[in-house]
């Protein structure tokens, strides 16, 4: 017999069961022992990362008593096209060191209101700026967001260099910790008010407070102050004698803003320093042609940046022709000096352009950029008459009729297959609601002419068929085709008195797109740069001809060929109006805004197109009827003149399919058998008349009654009669 023996079996160990959270393909252990154990470790080792980073990094920091000896490297020169320096940036760094209390106390506090409002909370960095900075940059896929601390920005300005790279940023913030843990803020702040760049090759605030002011920091007024803070955020950019003051205007307000919220300053002290006019002293080191140089420096600050501009060495040979821009500063001032006694025009602007390849060959942005404002005393952007440090070449104004071409050229093409010999009615119009107003446009001289054809038209420049011609090739396309020419306006909401100038343009734009009529429809893109260097001779950016076609080279021709009638806009303008040269073809198109605002003259010969801005700053208005031929055109053709002198006569090239065809003189249709008159015109292939005569018909009459044949009228008694029938401007 078989016995079984009993024991017991142990009951089995159950492992404890620890909850875990699938994040992606790693399991996280819930477990709250385990969780810190992990943290700790990982705790551990970022502050071993960053130790061993902060030690890699510190050691690029300077002898503490050296961060103020850096030397600007070497300067930017700026040529014009023969290699003649026209001006120097930054050649001679000024730099005077003072103590925080030689500083006045507004400045200190303007310069912490606008650039780190906690500068004296945080260790160097701010965290919330740099976690805003991280999540733009990410948005836009690129480095884009500052969120710098002093600190910081003392970093990048003494120490690295201001590329948008990560590995300079982490550099910028282990260097900043550094130098917080070694100065005190008051040493810091001292460091960066000496240190940073304020334009007009003046480093720190002293040298700065002397260069625009005239004075020690320490009699720095609030609004001044204001000024002073404002700047180190893009000086070329807020340079006060550059393009861009209202923009330095405004960030100047915003620091008194951010001063009187952050309690250094009372609302009557922001209100006070607003509304104080404040006198910036003139640029005293030599430069050539000052508008132009300084819209290339303005460009060569935005495209390499201000630390290059101020010390990279670049040489940057530009498209300035000195001997045109001599020419067209002696014209400017001629022709203000005139304008000013007769027509209370105080101020004026030349842009010229070679339309082969777009180069631009002058720009005078005002009559003298050295002058003093007129009158005396006036505020800048307010009641200026005459302002020397706008550039009114890059300014938004009216153009007035100049505008006229674009429409023209956009119903000569094929689409639309309108011609010179198109029929219009020069009668009063009434286009419908504009607003809420009723859109009626008048001629400038008050007058309807009647039937007129597109050239006598656009010659004459007569503002009620131009409407017309907007009106049937639609607005959009004249929109389209002034942007296709190189109008970079916004040109919105003007409806159909886009054709009169409604919408603003730059000179600058306005002359391009001439240059561009004036090369047969192809557009070279306009350009002030022939080639950047840096320091060692290596080539940044050159010059390339890159041709495109955006006009139908017949349209182009059917337009330039109504420029340059002067038969044709004799009848407004007369025979010997200032739009000829005496011994070339040039075509010309004159532009006057409402009651005297600006005046304008454009025009060109297949080598150079140039144009004419005249009026005052602050829009006051010319008067005795200073329309554009009378207060522009003298500019423009004094310009031409010697501009083209001893250069040779060239014509415009004519497409071998342009056709010269008889057709009636009022119709511009093949003539009939009624038609009285004849003459010839010139038609694009694709826009050549096959429609007859349909103005001047024959009406069949009893010839024993005189009266209109009817059904029973017998053949033999039937005769034709002459009549003249006008039609609408619709298409047929």
Not at 5 to 34: A, D
Not at 90 to 96: A, L, M, N, S
Not at 147 to 159: D, L, M, P, R, Y
Not at 328 to 335: N, Q, R, V
């Amino acid at each position: 017999m078989r016995v079984y023996s009993y024991q017991p079996r142990e009951k089995p160990i159950k492992k404890p069961v620890v909850k875990s959270r699938k994040i992606g393909k790693f399991k996280w252990p819930l477990s709250t022992k385990k969780t810190l154990t992990w943290l700790f470790r990982l705790f551990a080792v970022g502050i071993l990362a960053l130790a061993i980073l902060f030690l890699y990094y510190a050691k690029d920091l300077p002898d503490p008593n050296r961060l103020l000896d850096r030397n600007v490297a070497e300067s930017t020169k700026i040529f014009a096209r023969d290699g003649q320096l026209i001006y120097e940036i930054h050649g001679e760094v000024k730099r005077t060191l003072v103590n925080l209390d030689q500083i006045s106390g507004q400045a200190k506090h303007a310069a912490i209101a606008l650039e780190d409002k906690d500068f004296y909370k945080h260790k160097g960095i701010s965290v919330t700026g740099i976690a805003r900075s991280i999540i733009v940059d990410i948005l836009k896929g690129r480095k884009a967001q500052g969120g710098s601390t002093i600190t910081q920005q003392f970093v990048k300005n003494a120490i690295l260099s201001k590329d948008k790279s990560w590995d300079r940023k982490l550099r910028e913030i282990i260097l900043s910790l550094a130098i917080e843990a070694r100065f005190n803020k008051d040493e810091i702040l001292k460091l960066y008010l000496n240190e940073i760049p304020y334009g007009r090759n003046a480093y720190g605030i002293e040298a700065a407070s002397q260069s625009y002011f005239g004075k020690s920091a320490r009699d720095l007024t609030l609004a001044e102050s204001a000024y002073l803070a404002a700047l180190p955020q893009a000086p070329t950019f807020y340079n006060p004698s550059g393009p861009n003051r209202a923009a330095l205007d405004s960030r100047k307000n915003y620091a008194l803003k951010l001063m009187r919220e952050q309690g250094y300053i009372s609302e009557a002290e922001e209100k006070e320093a607003r509304e104080q006019k404040v006198e910036f002293s003139k640029i005293t080191t030599g430069i050539l042609a000052p508008h132009f140089s300084l819209m290339v420096q303005d460009y060569l600050a935005n495209k390499f940046g201000e630390k290059t501009l101020q010390e990279g060495g670049l040489k940057v040979y530009t498209t300035l022709d000195l001997s045109l821009q001599k020419i067209a500063e002696d014209a400017i001032k001629t022709g203000v000096e005139t304008n000013s006694k007769k027509y209370n025009g105080h101020n004026a602007s030349l842009v010229a352009i070679d339309p082969k390849t777009g180069q631009i060959l002058a720009l005078v942005g005002s009559k003298d950029y050295f002058a003093d404002p007129e009158p005396a005393g006036c505020a800048p952007g307010k009641n200026c008459l005459f302002e020397p440090n706008v550039n009114v070449a890059i300014a938004l104004r009216q153009p007035g009729s100049s505008f006229k071409p674009y429409a023209y050229v956009t119903a000569f093409k094929p689409e639309f297959k309108y011609s010179p010999a198109t029929m219009l009615m020069d009668v009063t119009t009434n286009f419908g609601k504009y607003g809420d107003k009723d859109y009626i446009p008048q001629n400038y001289d008050g007058k309807e002419h009647g039937v007129v054809s597109m050239r006598k038209a656009l010659a004459g420049s007569l503002n009620i068929p131009a409407v017309k011609t907007v009106a049937l090739v639609g607005v959009e396309n004249v929109t389209q085709t002034a942007r296709d020419l190189g109008i970079t306006s916004p040109m919105s909401d003007c409806g159909l008195s886009l054709v009169l100038g409604g919408c603003e343009v730059k000179l600058l734009d306005h002359v391009a797109a001439f240059s561009v009529l004036a090369n047969g429809g192809v557009k070279n893109e306009k350009t002030f740069i022939l080639k950047i260097e840096d320091k060692n001779g290596n080539m940044l950016e050159e010059y390339k001809e890159e041709p495109k076609k955006v006009l139908d080279s017949q349209a182009v021709y059917e337009l330039t060929s109504i420029m340059t009638d002067n038969n044709a806009r004799s009848f407004i303008f007369s025979a010997n109006s200032p739009l000829i040269l005496p011994d070339r073809i040039v075509a010309a198109k004159t532009g006057t805004t409402q009651k005297w605002h600006d005046g304008w003259t454009l025009g060109f010969t297949p080598s150079l197109a140039a144009g004419v801005w005249v009026g005052n700053n602050d829009g006051t208005f010319l008067k005795n009827n200073a329309d554009g031929v009378v207060v522009a055109a003298p500019i423009w053709n004094k310009f031409m003149r010697e501009a083209l002198k001893d250069k040779p006569v060239e014509g415009f090239s004519r497409p071998e399919n342009i056709k010269e065809i008889v057709v009636d003189e009022i119709s511009g249709k093949l003539p009939t058998g009624y038609t009285p008159s004849t003459k010839t015109e010139i038609f694009a292939d694709y826009a050549v008349p096959t429609d007859y005569d349909n103005v001047h018909i024959g009406v069949p009459y009893d010839s024993t009654t005189n009266t209109p044949a009817t059904e029973n009228t017998p053949l033999n008694q039937i005769v034709y009669k002459p009549f003249t029938v006008f039609h609408s401007e619709k298409r047929d």
